[in-house]
């Protein structure tokens, strides 16, 4: 077998092992946000900032949901990284946008931190400002989850099935997971573009 038919077997896999009643909680969770008027504040490192800014987008164009990404807003993001440091970066970020318990904060990492190894500590600062305001928190990660999965309301674990490819398995399935949501029948709201195009 070949790399390529390798890989896609791997994904299969995967989509055999997501358990579909775990994102039909988050879809309801988010239903719930959106019926509050609150907000999704989408956080995410590396390849995960590239989903947090894409999924604020899907959330906020076709779900009608409030949405937010702190990477999205290069010039406070780097402003904040360079006077406060990296670590506090995304939660003062939270507290500047009054981070409440109407909110959700969603993740997107592949380990889902780790306090213990000091590992996306700004996500994991981040987490514990959502638990003391009482914030929603949902995630979609790889690994064992880390800090994500302990104190998430909701949270897919992407299932390794091949250690070497635990990085780009976690972020692909990311990625389907928020599609899934989006066009979801409890939270689309407008039509997509090619959808609506006979």
Avoid at 114 to 128: A, F, R, Y
Avoid at 133 to 154: F, H, L, P
Avoid at 180 to 192: F, T
């Amino acid at each position: 077998m070949n790399f390529s038919a390798k890989y896609l077997e791997e994904c299969i896999s995967i989509c055999k092992q997501i358990n579909p009643d775990k994102i039909e909680k988050i879809a309801h969770l988010v239903n719930s946000i959106r019926q509050d008027k609150g907000r999704i504040f989408f956080l995410g490192v590396g390849g995960g900032a590239g989903h947090a800014g894409h999924a604020v987008n899907d959330f906020r164009k076709i779900c009608s949901i409030e949405s937010y990404a702190p990477t999205d807003n290069v010039s406070e993001l780097t402003a904040r990284v360079n006077d406060d440091g990296w670590d506090t970066s995304y939660v003062n970020w939270l507290k500047g946008s009054h981070l409440n318990s109407k909110d959700m904060l969603f993740v997107f990492s592949v380990g889902g931190g780790n306090l213990e190894k000091n590992i996306s500590v700004n996500i994991l600062k981040s987490l514990q400002l959502g638990q003391e305001v009482g914030s929603k928190i949902c995630g979609v990660v790889g690994r064992d989850g880390g800090y994500t999965a302990q104190v998430a309301d909701e949270c897919i674990i992407v299932p390794t099935v091949n250690e070497e490819n635990v990085t780009p398995h976690t972020e692909a399935f990311q990625a389907v997971v928020w599609h899934l949501l989006v066009a979801h029948p409890l939270l689309l709201a407008n039509e997509m573009k090619w959808e609506s195009v006979e």
